[in-house]
T-cell receptor, first 111, second 115 residues
Framework: GQQVMQIPQYQHVQEGEDFTTYCNSS?????IQWYKQRPGGHPVFLIQ?????EVKKQKRLTFQFGEAKKNSSLHITATQTTDVGTYFC???????????FGTGTRLQVTL | DAGVIQSPRHEVTEMGQEVTLRCKPI?????LFWYRQTMMRGLELLIY????????DSGMPEDRFSAKMPNASFSTLKIQPSEPRDSAVYFC?????????????FGPGTRLTVL
């Protein structure tokens, strides 16, 4: 079945440093969504990418969908303590009709 | 807008007992999803409904798990009998009628502990 892996599993940064998480699918994706889950909270939708090579920005966050539509990345510039949480990618492969969530990257930011 | 509502928020039960988790999706959303989250297995889709009809239950672990959606505003996930390995956070999510390509709105989750 479809598998979606994320690296790293965990990253600890100092506030102000940049952060990137990478998402890799075993199959070609129709779309990729990104969610953020704060500690003790629930996943909250951030963005969706659909087109090959697509890049979208939300303030300090930059999302990219790979040309082959099998990978994606989330880059945070100048992290803040409010960025703490686990970031999940989730995608739908061509034949499936449900989201498969990635393994997640837990981000810790300290002053 | 109240968002997705789940109850109870926490449930502690003993092995062998029946557990029922409840979910009220956002009004107007036609898709409802049940997920389970654990440290070991991450976020897993158990089952999802479209217009109250179960579409894909391939993620349901075994026959001890069952889910129903009797109407557009209510769904249940039942575990009978419960086992310690069922301990997890169970999330319900809903999305608009254009399907799983739409963003999913998650409820606060039910933290289940089976002793």
């Amino acid at each position: 079945g479809q598998q979606v892996m994320q690296i790293p599993q965990y990253q600890h940064v100092q506030e102000g440093e940049d952060f990137t998480t990478y998402c890799n699918s075993s199959t070609t994706l129709s779309n990729i969504q990104w969610y953020k889950q704060r500690p003790g909270g629930h996943p909250v939708f951030l963005i969706q990418l659909v087109k090959s090579g697509e890049v979208k920005k939300q303030k300090r966050l930059t999302f990219q969908f790979g040309e082959a539509k099998k990978n994606s990345s989330l880059h945070i510039t100048a992290t803040q303590t409010t960025d703490v949480g686990t970031y999940f990618c989730a995608g739908i492969s061509g034949t499936a009709s449900k989201l498969t969530f990635g393994t997640g990257t837990r981000l810790q930011v300290t002053l | 807008d109240a968002g997705v509502i789940q109850s109870p928020r926490h449930e502690v039960t003993e092995m062998g007992q029946e557990v029922t988790l409840r979910c009220k999706p956002i009004s107007g959303h036609d898709y409802l999803f049940w997920y389970r989250q654990t440290m070991m297995r991450g976020l897993e889709l158990l089952i999802y409904f479209n217009n109250n009809v179960p579409i894909d239950d391939s993620g349901m672990p075994e026959d001890r798990f069952s889910a129903k959606m009797p109407n557009a505003s209510f769904s249940t996930l039942k575990i009978q009998p419960s086992e310690p390995r069922d301990s997890a956070v169970y999330f319900c999510a809903s999305s608009l009628s254009s399907g799983p390509y739409n963003e999913q709105f998650f409820g606060p989750g039910t933290r289940l502990t089976v002793l």
